[in-house]
T-cell receptor
């Protein structure tokens, strides 16, 4: 049982390049989330999904797009990377959202944009 | 939306001492308050949570207290050990919503 798996673990991009971060969960969770973690800023929600085929904006959605074509996968895309998007990205999933909302996190993707 | 403030940002204690981390939230409609622990190089992991209809919850050396009137909640760790060293995040969830708002985190350092 792998839980939440994020790929890749590390990536270096040049400004203007694009990339997709993949999150996969094997817990049959309905809800999935993408966060970014920056020093002194805590965890900030980028986008989230409450089920297959749905997406919604979080606190800091600008510059990112997401897709949830399959229940187990949640993709985060950067169309034109900027140095301000240098961060550690975490994906999380939860069984439910409106009750306790226990979120299970992946190990993170460290992204540097030069 | 909800806003969560967390203090202190760093906390250093000696092994065996107690540690307390405090959070305040802004929206009285929040009804669920989890605490996550993040070890170096890993993702956050839930360690304890509390619902708004409960004032205190304990799990071995950790406990969480909630004061709804003052809109603040705290994490208490007793008999700290070096393996407790990590970043701790508090969070709050608004009733009817499916997202968490996190505090900025507290780095706890436990010295042997």
């Amino acid at each position: 049982n792998a839980g939440v798996t994020q790929t890749p673990k590390f990536r270096v991009l040049k400004t203007g390049q694009s990339m997709t971060l993949l999150c996969a969960q094997d817990m049959n969770h309905e809800y999935m989330y993408w966060y970014r973690q920056d020093p002194g800023m805590g965890l900030r929600l980028i986008h989230y999904s409450v089920g297959e085929g749905t997406t919604a904006k979080g606190e800091v959605p600008d510059g990112y797009n997401v897709s949830r074509l399959k229940k187990q996968n949640f993709l985060l895309g950067l169309e034109s990377a900027a140095p301000s998007q240098t961060s550690v990205y975490f994906c999380a999933s939860s069984y439910g959202g409106h009750s306790k909302n226990i979120q299970y996190f992946g190990a993170g993707t460290r992204l540097s944009v030069l | 939306g909800e806003n969560v403030e967390q203090h202190p940002s760093t906390l250093s204690v000696q092994e065996g001492d107690s540690a307390v981390i405090k959070c305040t939230y802004s929206d009285s409609a929040s009804n669920y308050f989890p605490w996550y622990k993040q070890e170096l190089g890993k993702g956050p992991q839930l360690i304890i949570d509390i619902r708004s209809n409960v004032g205190e919850k304990k799990d071995q050396r950790i406990a969480v207290t909630l004061n709804k009137t003052a809109k603040h909640f705290s994490l208490h760790i007793t008999e700290t050990q070096p393996e407790d060293s990590a970043v701790y995040f508090c969070a709050a969830k608004l009733s009817g919503y499916s997202t968490l708002t996190f505090g900025k985190g507290t780095m706890l350092l436990v010295s042997p």
